[in-house]
Every structure is written in C-alpha cells, then in structure tokens.
C-alpha cells in the first residue's frame, strides 16, 4: 500500500502486509499503535544506555536489558500514577541537585 500525503508534511510511506484480509485502514492504524512502542525503545536507549552494557559475558548482556526494560515499565507506571501536580516537571535523566526548589 502506498500513502501520499497532500498537505507535503510528510513524507510517502510505503505499508506491506502478510495477511491480505487486512484493511488499508487497519494496516495503517496497526502501524500508528507501534509509537509507543518505538517511543519505549528510544527512551530506554537514551535514558537508561540499553545500548551501551557494560557486561563483558553473554549472560550479563542477556540479562541486562530485560531488567532495565522491567524498570523503565515500574517507574513510567508509578509516573502516570502521581496526580500531575506532584510529578516534578524534571526531565528523565537529571538528577535530583540540578532542580531548583
């Protein structure tokens, strides 16, 4: 399936499919819903160094990025959990001297 976009905001996408009974509209919303997912990924490589282990063994590595995935989804869940007002404002990654109280 190909998409143009009119308005020129973005650019043309290309959309294949393995299972034909699938709509235009499905395959395209199937792909939108991936966000999240790809947002996960980026953050966990830019917050949390997923790509730079320190582990020199297969086992550590192997090891590593399913903890560090399990702690990203505890605490992005304990997050959404604190009423807006008591969430900081402060960006992931700093640390608790670079805030101004």
């Given amino acids: 399936m190909f998409v143009r976009d ?7 996408e290309y959309f294949f499919t393995t299972d034909p009974a699938r709509t235009p509209t499905e ?3 199937h792909y939108c819903g ?3 997912i790809e947002t996960t990924f980026q953050e966990c490589r ?4 997923l790509e730079s282990t320190r582990g020199w063994c297969r086992v550590t590595v192997l090891r590593a990025a ?3 995935f399990g702690l990203y989804s505890v605490v ?3 997050c959404q959990l604190l ?5 900081g404002g ?3 990654g700093r640390t608790g001297r670079e805030r101004s109280e």
């Fill in 6 to 12: 009119l308005t020129g905001t973005h650019r043309d």
């Fill in 27 to 29: 395959v395209i919303e």
């Fill in 34 to 36: 991936r966000q999240s």
């Fill in 46 to 49: 830019s917050c949390l160094g």
């Fill in 66 to 68: 399913p903890c560090l």
């Fill in 76 to 78: 992005a869940s304990l």
């Fill in 83 to 87: 009423p807006e007002s008591k969430r």
């Fill in 90 to 92: 402060r960006a992931a």
